[in-house]
């Protein structure tokens, strides 16, 4: 099955400092999810982006598909900023389920 | 616009009791539905998909079954709740025939005792 594995497990930074966040998959990509996993457990959804990079404010996702990696830029963080960042790997074929394989999320913790 | 809601927000439960949850999208028309399960410290992962009204496929095997008895409706039950179940519910919509771009619910937290 698909595997995603995520990189790193956790990151402390201080306020101001960039952040990189990896997304290895271990299958060929259709889609790729970043999310925030909030401390209650919602997911905020930051980018769809199944190849190619997107940004949204201080955020930049870019996905490489034939390296078969995604990343999740942060710039100037914030102490707001931390919390829990997954990945989600969409399906590698045609099909009803559009199953979502997540990884197990970097834990960032941005320091003032 | 499209809601996704979810209830109950939180549930705490006895081991051996049943269990339902729900899931609600309003205005979608023939979405696909998922549910998603996260034990405390675990990795997110589907349980259950629907492509349609009375459709439900399981994903993963956890002793729970799910219903779709409405287009916008996904429920999640089961009789008998094992301390094993005990975690985050998260259900989500998406329209395969745009992307497989998925949206999320706000989850409900349930614990076993």
């Known amino acids: 099955g698909q595997q995603v594995q995520q990189s790193p497990a956790s990151l402390v930074l201080q306020e101001g400092e960039n952040a990189e966040l990896q997304c290895n998959f271990s299958?060929?990509?259709?889609?790729m999810q970043w999310f925030y996993q909030r401390p209650g457990g919602s997911l905020v959804s930051l980018f769809y982006?199944?190849?190619g990079t997107k940004h949204s404010g201080r955020l930049t996702s870019t996905t490489v598909i034939k390296e078969r990696r995604s990343s999740l830029h942060i710039s100037s963080s914030q102490t707001t900023d931390s919390g829990t960042y997954l990945c989600?790997?969409?399906?590698?074929?045609?099909?009803?389920?559009?199953?979502?394989?997540f990884g197990k999320g970097t834990k960032l913790s941005v320091k003032s | 616009a499209q809601t996704i809601h979810q209830w109950p927000v939180a549930e705490i439960k006895a081991v051996g009791s049943p269990l339902s949850l729900g899931c609600t999208i309003k205005?979608?028309?023939?979405?696909?539905l998922y549910w998603y399960w996260q034990a405390t410290g675990g990795t997110l992962q589907q349980l259950f998909y629907?492509?349609?009204?009375?459709?439900v496929e399981s994903v993963v095997q956890l002793n729970l079954s799910a219903s779709r008895p409405k287009d916008d409706q996904f429920i999640l039950s089961t009789e008998k709740l094992l301390l094993s179940h005990s975690g985050f519910y998260l259900c989500?919509?998406?329209?395969?025939?745009?992307?497989?771009?998925?949206?999320f619910g706000p989850g409900t937290r349930l614990t076993v005792l």
């Open positions: 989500a919509w998406s329209l395969l025939r745009q992307n497989y771009e998925q949206y």
């Open positions: 982006n199944p190849s």
């Open positions: 299958t060929s990509l259709n889609s």
């Open positions: 205005g979608k028309s023939s979405p696909n």
């Open positions: 989600a790997l969409g399906p590698n074929s045609g099909g009803s389920n559009a199953k979502l394989t």
């Open positions: 629907s492509i349609t009204v009375g459709q």
